[in-house]
T-cell receptor
Framework: NAGVTQTPKFQVLKTGQSMTLQCAQDMNHNSMYWYRQDPGMGLRLIYYSASEGTTDKGEVPNGYNVSRLNKREFSLRLESAAPSQTSVYFC???????????FGSGTRLTVV | AQSVTQPDIHITVSEGASLELRCNYSYGATPYLFWYVQSPGQGLQLLLKYFSGDTLVQGIKGFEAEFKRSQSSFNLRKPSVHWSDAAEYFCAVGAFSSGYSTLTFGKGTMLLVSP
């Protein structure tokens, strides 16, 4: 029972490089989310996808793009990485708000 | 817009002592409320949730929380803390916006357990 799988687990980028963070869920959930976690800031929503084919901005979308590839997969892309994007990124999925979210184990990204 | 405040950044509790972590929320309607726990280097695990009914909810690992509408609070409690409870705890409020639902998280409370 994998739940939510994120790849890679760790990544170091140079300023200006691009990369895509991958997320896949096997629970047949409709909604998926990307959060970033920074010390003392809690989790902040970057983008979400309420259902396949839709995406919306969250609280901190600048510098990111997303793709809901199919019902299972939701990727986060950094086109030109900046040191301010050094963070831990979490993907989550849910079927309905009442059930809460199921989180992946995170991607620790460092931009130098 | 909804918001969550966790007033305590760090709390230290002796093993075997009781625990209460505070959470206050701001939301115009009846909220959906959650507590999550995060161990170092791990993702977030759902402890318990409230969306209607009995205001005292039971969760996993012996935790419980009480919803108090008059105080806009949803405090997490445990009668006897174990060393394995040391972790960071996040309160979250769920709300609907433009037909979609998202969770807003507090900044977290780090629980330290002393021998």
């Amino acid at each position: 029972n994998a739940g939510v799988t994120q790849t890679p687990k760790f990544q170091v980028l140079k300023t200006g490089q691009s990369m895509t963070l991958q997320c896949a869920q096997d629970m047949n959930h409709n909604s998926m989310y990307w959060y970033r976690q920074d010390p003392g800031m809690g989790l902040r929503l970057i983008y979400y996808s309420a259902s396949e084919g839709t995406t919306d901005k969250g609280e901190v979308p600048n510098g990111y793009n997303v793709s809901r590839l199919n019902k299972r997969e939701f990727s986060l892309r950094l086109e030109s990485a900046a040191p301010s994007q050094t963070s831990v990124y979490f993907c989550a999925s849910s079927e309905a708000l009442k059930g809460g979210y199921t989180f992946g184990s995170g991607t620790r990204l460092t931009v130098v | 817009a909804q918001s969550v405040t966790q007033p305590d950044i760090h709390i230290t509790v002796s093993e075997g002592a009781s625990l209460e972590l505070r959470c206050n929320y701001s939301y115009g309607a009846t909220p959906y409320l959650f507590w999550y726990v995060q161990s170092p280097g791990q993702g977030l695990q759902l402890l318990l949730k409230y969306f209607s009914g009995d205001t005292l909810v039971q969760g996993i690992k012996g935790f419980e929380a009480e919803f108090k509408r008059s105080q806009s609070s949803f405090n997490l409690r445990k009668p006897s803390v174990h060393w394995s409870d040391a972790a960071e705890y996040f309160c979250a409020v769920g709300a609907f916006s433009s037909g979609y639902s998202t969770l807003t998280f507090g900044k977290g409370t780090m629980l330290l357990v002393s021998p």
